[in-house]
């Protein structure tokens, strides 16, 4: 399966080598790209790709206004931060608007080609040193997303976890998929060991 992308970076050079590099890959195929943030929304709506790529600091919107847009309108694409920028603010901001993964520029092309294909896929996707970063400092969680991850811990389903609670379905979904996103995690199993170990459960 393609994975149709649109690259949006306002670097010429860098927007023409992640172009170049990714056209190397078999299964990625890059629809458009874009110079600055508006660019870069109007590419998503025309083309509904996949995945948006996306700089965060840029000329008009930013990368992050991008995806908050994006969500607010119900667009499909997920989007994928690639950025300088390793500060955990940046982190929690991307995850607020929506962001499916956040890699840093100097990471080797293998994994962000791999963090394209994991979203793709439907996983988040955060830099290990983003991740540490948000992690020195206050509990990220809120008591709900705690008192979810813990029922999840033992394996529960989300339809018993929904019950004990007495929350929705979807809501209890919505907790752990926050939950997730916050410790950096791949999934509900080692979001629960890594507040664990953190003293946060």
């Known amino acids: 399966m393609t994975i149709r992308t ?6 010429g050079m860098v927007r023409g080598a992640f172009a170049a590099l990714l056209a190397l890959e078999p299964d990625i195929e890059v629809v458009a790209t874009a110079a600055d943030g508006d660019e870069a929304l109007a590419a998503a709506l025309e083309h509904r790709p996949d995945v948006l790529l996306t700089d965060i600091e840029m000329p008009g919107r930013t990368g992050l206004d991008v995806a908050a847009e994006l969500a607010r ?29 956040y890699v840093l520029k100097d990471a080797p ?38 008192d979810v991850l813990r029922k999840a811990a033992d394996g529960s389903p989300n339809a018993e976890i929904a019950a004990r609670l007495h929350l ?8 752990l998929s926050s939950a ?8 509900r199993t080692e979001a629960a060991a890594t507040a664990r170990e953190r003293g946060w459960l």
């Open 109 to 146: 092309v293998e994994q962000l080609v791999e963090a394209l294909r994991r979203v793709h896929s439907g996983q988040r996707v955060i830099a290990p040193e983003l991740a540490v970063a948000a992690w020195d400092g206050d509990d990220p969680l809120t008591e709900r997303e705690r």
């Open 168 to 175: 929705a379905e979807g809501t209890v979904r919505n907790y």
């Open 73 to 101: 309108r119900g667009a499909p694409t997920r989007v994928v931060i690639v950025t300088t920028f390793a500060r955990s603010g940046y982190l929690r901001r991307a995850l607020d608007a929506g962001v499916a993964g």
């Open 180 to 187: 997730i996103a916050k410790l950096g995690a791949r999934n």
């Open 6 to 11: 649109v690259l949006a970076e306002d670097q």
